[in-house]
Nanobody
Framework: VQLQASGGGSVQAGGSLRLSCAAS??????LGWYRQAPGKQRELVAA???????NYADSVKGRFTISRDNAKNTVYLQMNSLKAEDTAVYYC?????????WGQGTQVTVSS
C-alpha cells in the first residue's frame, strides 16, 4: 500500500498550491488530506468518497477544493487564497475497509 503525496511548497499569502496524492495497493473508499502544524494536533482538511461526496474543515471551506480521479486512484487538493495559518505538513490519507493508511507528509508554508 502506498500513498505518494506531492505538490507542497512555499507561497505568499493569497497564493495557490495544488497537492496530489497517488494511491495504490488498495481500493480506497475515502481519500483525503490532513494537516499538522507545529505544536498542534493533526486535523482533517478535506475528504472525498469514491462516490464524490466531500467533507471540509470549516477553516478551508470556500478556499480549498478536493477532487478525485478514480481511474488513477489519485486525490487532489486545490488550495486557493492561502493564509499563514494554513502552514503545516499535509498528509494524504486513504480509508479502506475500516483501516486508515497514510502517506508521507508534504510541507506547505505560507508567508504573510
Amino acid at each position: 500500500v502506498q500513498l505518494q503525496a506531492s505538490g507542497g511548497g512555499s507561497v505568499q499569502a493569497g497564493g495557490s498550491l495544488r497537492l496530489s496524492c497517488a494511491a495504490s495497493g488498495r481500493i480506497f473508499t475515502t481519500l483525503g488530506w490532513y494537516r499538522q502544524a507545529p505544536g498542534k494536533q493533526r486535523e482533517l482538511v478535506a475528504a472525498i468518497t469514491s462516490g464524490g461526496s466531500t467533507n471540509y474543515a470549516d477553516s478551508v471551506k470556500g478556499r480549498f477544493t478536493i477532487s478525485r480521479d478514480n481511474a488513477k486512484n489519485t486525490v487532489y487538493l486545490q488550495m486557493n487564497s492561502l493564509k499563514a495559518e494554513d502552514t503545516a505538513v499535509y498528509y494524504c490519507n486513504g480509508g479502506s475497509y475500516g483501516r486508515d493508511y497514510w502517506g508521507q507528509g508534504t510541507q506547505v508554508t505560507v508567508s504573510s
